[in-house]
Each structure stands twice: as C-alpha cells, then as structure tokens.
C-alpha cells in the first residue's frame, strides 16, 4: 500500500521560509516523477514543482522560479520543497505527488503566510 506522509508546514510571515518533506513508502517501481501541487483558498489545485526520479531534472512554475528548489533522496523515498521568500499568495494546502502507471498523493500540509 502507497502511503505518502507530508510534514513542515505551518505559519510563517512574508519573507520567511519553510521546508516541506514528503516521505514514501510501499511505492511500486514504475515511479518516474513526484513532485508538489498546491491549493489556495478558493483556487484550484496548481502545479508548483517537479523532479524526475532518475535524472533528477527540475521543473517550476513560474511562481515558484527562484524562491522554491525541490530535491529528493532516492534511497529514502524522501521528497522536499525548500520555500524562501514567502508571500501571502503562497498561502496554500501543499500537496506531494508521485508518478508512475498512476498517481499517488499525499494528505497536504497547510502553509500559511502572515503580511
């Protein structure tokens, strides 16, 4: 069973930073992607950040271009999302993701960020 755990959200004021992890377990082997959703208050979920598994290429939306930087440690099944420089826009439920014949999703983690 694909079980998916985020953790390090929380309230931070504009400017700060957090670090979100996404930590896996019972994966199937066909993973080739993961990577971070998020969805704001009365938005649809958006696309934030991907990494492939293997060549570890990175991928942004345009939102998250020079604040975010997402990595992951194969051997743990570990995923993360470094923020910086956060703004209120960024205030959101950050859900993780991977990639293989199907998608598996994380609970979601709250960030909130103060003005």
């Known amino acids: 069973q694909v079980q998916l755990v985020e953790s390090g959200g929380g309230l931070v004021q504009t400017g700060g930073s957090l670090k979100l992890s996404c930590a896996a377990s019972?994966?199937?082997?066909?993973?080739?992607?993961m990577g971070w959703f998020r969805q704001g208050p009365g938005k649809e979920r958006e696309f934030v950040s991907a990494i492939m598994w293997i060549a570890g290429g990175t991928y942004y939306a345009e939102s998250a271009k020079g604040r975010f930087i997402i990595s992951r440690d194969n051997a743990k099944n570990t995923l993360w999302l470094q923020m910086n420089s956060l703004k209120p826009e960024d205030t959101a439920v950050y859900y993780c993701y991977w990639r293989g014949l199907y998608d598996y999703w994380g609970q979601g983690t709250q960030v909130t960020v103060s003005s």
């Open positions: 019972g994966l199937p082997d066909d993973v080739y992607t």
